[in-house]
C-alpha cells in the first residue's frame, strides 16, 4: 500500500483490481494561472482545455468521459452508492452531476468515481478483498460532520468490515499551511480533539486535517497500518498541485478518482 508519482498524476496502490489516483497541475493544457491540468470548469477556464484535461486523466486507465461519475460538492457528509447506468453524469457542461454529495462508493467494476479537490482532503476508501471502493471529499466541515465515519459504516453494512478497508488519504493542505480560526477549532476539537491543532495566537491554530482523518478512522476500525498518507501538502507544492489557501479563488482544481476492474 503506498502513494507514488507517476507522470502527471498521484498513483494509490493498494489493490491489483482497484486503480485510485489524484491529478497533479502537470501534464494538461490550461493556460496562466491554471496551468496546466485544471479540471474545473467553474474557474473561468476555456471549457474545451477542462474537457481535454479530464479526458487525459481518465485516458491513464483507459477510460473516457462516459466512463466517470462526478457530483456536486458541497462540504457535507452526504455518500451515495453509485452503480453503472450513472455513468457519464457529471462529465462534462451539459450532464447534471449527482446533487449534494461529497461521498461516492460503488461494487460495480467500469464506473469511474470522481471528485474535485484543491486542498480539501482526498480519501480514498479500497476493500483489500476487492469487493469495494470509494472516494470522499473531506474538508473541515466534511471531516467535523464525520464523512469518514459515514463511509466506513455505508461499507460495514454491505459486510465489508473496516479491519478490510485500506484508506489512501491523498495530496491536501498540511498543517504548516492550513491556519483557522475559532469556529473550525471547535468543530474538529469536538469530534476529533484538539491533540490535531498547534495554536500560533490567542485566535488562531495550525490545523492538520489528515491527522484528524486518521484518528476518526481509526476510531471508526480502519488498523492504523492500512491508513496511508500522501507525503505531499498541496500549499508547500506549488509545482506539482493548485492550492486555494495559497494561491487564492483564482487556482485550478485538482481530480480523485477510483474504479473497480475486471481484472
Ligand atoms: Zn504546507
Not at 460538492?73 to 449534494?100: A, K, L, M
Not at 469487493?131 to 459504516?153: C, D, K, M, N, S
Amino acid at each position: 500500500m503506498k502513494f507514488r508519482l507517476e507522470h502527471s498524476r498521484v498513483v494509490f496502490d493498494a489493490h491489483p483490481r482497484i486503480r485510485a489516483w489524484f491529478s497533479t497541475r502537470r501534464g494538461g493544457v490550461s493556460r496562466p494561472p491554471l496551468d496546466t491540468l485544471n479540471l474545473s470548469y467553474g474557474v473561468h477556464d476555456d471549457p474545451e482545455a477542462v474537457t481535454e484535461n479530464r479526458r487525459r486523466m481518465l485516458a491513464f486507465e483507459g477510460h473516457g468521459l462516459n466512463d466517470v461519475v462526478m457530483p456536486h460538492q458541497v462540504h457535507h457528509n452526504h455518500i451515495e452508492w453509485v452503480t453503472r447506468d450513472w455513468r457519464g453524469r457529471g462529465s462534462v457542461p451539459g450532464t447534471p452531476p449527482i446533487p449534494e454529495t461529497d461521498g461516492f462508493l460503488t461494487e460495480e467494476t467500469g464506473v469511474v468515481l470522481g471528485m474535485g479537490f484543491a486542498d480539501c482532503v482526498p480519501l480514498f476508501l479500497i476493500d483489500l478483498k476487492g469487493r469495494a471502493a470509494g472516494i470522499l471529499h473531506a474538508g473541515w466541515r466534511g471531516t467535523a460532520a464525520e464523512i469518514q465515519r459515514l463511509g466506513v459504516e455505508h461499507l460495514a453494512e454491505r459486510g465489508i468490515s473496516p479491519r478490510d478497508l485500506a484508506v489512501g488519504i491523498g495530496p491536501s493542505i498540511g498543517p504548516c499551511c492550513y491556519e483557522v480560526d475559532r469556529p473550525v477549532y471547535d468543530a474538529i476539537s469536538r469530534v476529533a480533539g484538539d491533540e490535531t491543532m498547534t495554536q500560533t495566537d490567542e485566535t488562531h491554530w495550525q490545523l492538520d486535517l489528515k491527522r484528524a482523518n486518521r484518528i476518526l478512522l481509526e476510531r471508526a476500525g480502519v488498523p492504523p497500518g492500512q491508513i496511508i498518507e500522501a507525503p505531499y501538502c498541496t500549499g508547500c507544492r506549488p509545482d506539482l498541485f493548485f492550492s486555494y489557501r495559497i494561491e487564492g479563488k483564482h487556482t485550478g482544481r485538482m481530480g480523485g478518482y477510483v474504479c473497480l476492474n475486471e481484472n
